[in-house]
């Protein structure tokens, strides 16, 4: 087989991977935009014969999307503001004194990220609840999502202060700068593209949890997005074109960030590899 030839098989291969992994996403818009009847037409229709666009109109109004989506915001900026105030400073402590018990260390707390929040949700409702925590169950949440996060968070950004020579700082110090100085001035603006693509999986991360807001808030007032469209299920749920069109207006802004920033996210999440 020629270079040409395995080319195109290895592009062919490809663009049927991505069409397998996006059909779900394609169904979800389609589906939102049937009526009751076409959703359980046999066969299924790949296109809705009459578009029906008054149902975002309808979900948004009836299930005050505006003030969920708010809620998930808040949360989810929250989270991030709070790990990235605490987690840049780990991180660069981390990458500048190495040695094995750090990375053992690093090693055990990672581990710590196979657990699921279903299992992390019951000792954490018992600690928030005896330390009174509930009474700010947003609060609550935010905290619980950064101490769940935060690991993921130091392992990208210390290898990105990993990558920012050391004599960079040591010519710094030598010209007068303090280290705190040397830090702000000549690290964080090296390392700034890491921390940013960092935050922003954060970010995509916080705005779609479920379990610690699910358990935590009760106050309708006050829960985010996707409890709301957890508020669709029931014994008797029929109503696929209205959950479909919640799950759009509600995955539509991450999918934006995340095809707009897209090289941004790979060039930061490999800047840490190349030295």
Same mark, same amino acid.
């Given at each position: 087989?020629?270079?040409?030839?395995?080319?195109?098989?290895?592009?062919?291969?490809a663009i049927?991977?991505?069409?397998?992994?996006?059909?779900?996403?394609?169904?979800?818009?389609?589906?939102?935009?049937?009526?009751?009847?076409?959703?359980?037409?046999?066969?299924?229709?790949?296109?809705?014969?009459?578009?029906?666009?008054?149902?975002?109109?309808?979900?948004?109004?009836?299930?005050?999307?505006?003030?969920?989506?708010?809620?998930?915001?808040?949360?989810?900026?929250?989270? *991030?503001?709070?790990?990235?105030?605490? =987690?840049?400073?780990?991180?660069? #402590? +981390?990458?500048?004194? /190495? %040695? !094995?018990?750090?990375?053992?260390?690093?090693?055990?707390?990672?581990?710590?990220?196979?657990?699921?929040?279903?299992?992390?949700?019951?000792?954490?409702?018992?600690?928030f609840?005896?330390?009174?925590?509930?009474?700010?169950?947003?609060?609550?949440?935010?905290?619980?999502?950064?101490?769940?996060?935060?690991?993921?968070?130091?392992?990208?950004?210390?290898?990105?202060?990993?990558?920012?020579?050391?004599e960079?700082?040591?010519?710094?110090? *030598?010209?007068?700068?303090?280290?705190? =100085?040397?830090?702000?001035?000549? #690290? +964080?603006?090296?390392? /700034? %593209? !890491?921390?940013?693509?960092?935050?922003?999986?954060?970010?995509?991360?916080?705005?779609?949890?479920?379990?610690?807001?699910?358990?935590?808030?009760?106050?309708?007032?006050?829960?985010?997005a996707?409890?709301?469209?957890?508020?669709?299920?029931?014994?008797?749920?029929?109503?696929?074109?209205?959950?479909?069109?919640?799950?759009?207006?509600?995955?539509?802004?991450?999918?934006?960030?995340?095809?707009?920033?897209?090289r941004?996210?790979?060039?930061?999440?490999?800047?840490?590899?190349?030295?």
């Open positions: 087989m020629t270079e040409t030839n395995r080319n195109r098989l290895m592009l062919l291969i049927v991977m991505a069409a397998i992994y996006l059909f779900p996403l394609y169904w979800m818009y389609i589906t939102a935009l049937k009526s009751g009847s076409e959703m359980f037409a046999t066969p299924p229709t790949f296109w809705p014969s009459v578009p029906q666009w008054s149902t975002y109109a309808f979900v948004w109004e009836s299930r005050g999307m505006g003030r969920y989506l708010w809620n998930s915001l808040i949360i989810a900026s929250g989270a *991030v503001v709070l790990i990235t105030v605490l =987690g840049v400073g780990c991180a660069y #402590v +981390l990458a500048r004194y /190495r %040695n !094995g018990w750090v990375d053992i260390g690093l090693f055990l707390i990672l581990m710590l990220q196979v657990l699921p929040a279903s299992l992390m949700i019951t000792p954490i409702f018992v600690g609840s005896q330390l009174g925590m509930l009474d700010y169950p947003r609060l609550a949440v935010i905290i619980a999502i950064a101490a769940k996060s935060m690991p993921f968070f130091v392992v990208l950004v210390r290898a990105t202060f990993m990558a920012v020579p050391m960079l700082e040591e010519a710094a110090l *030598v010209d007068g700068n303090s280290r705190v =100085g040397a830090f702000f001035h000549i #690290v +964080l603006p090296l390392a /700034r %593209n !890491g921390i940013l693509v960092s935050a922003i999986l954060i970010f995509m991360q916080a705005f779609g949890e479920f379990v610690y807001s699910k358990s935590i808030i009760q106050d309708i007032e006050l829960q985010p996707s409890v709301g469209l957890n508020s669709f299920m029931g014994p008797n749920t029929n109503e696929w074109n209205n959950i479909m069109a919640y799950a759009t207006i509600y995955v539509t802004p991450i999918l934006a960030i995340f095809v707009l920033l897209q941004r996210i790979v060039s930061g999440l490999t800047s840490g590899a190349i030295k």
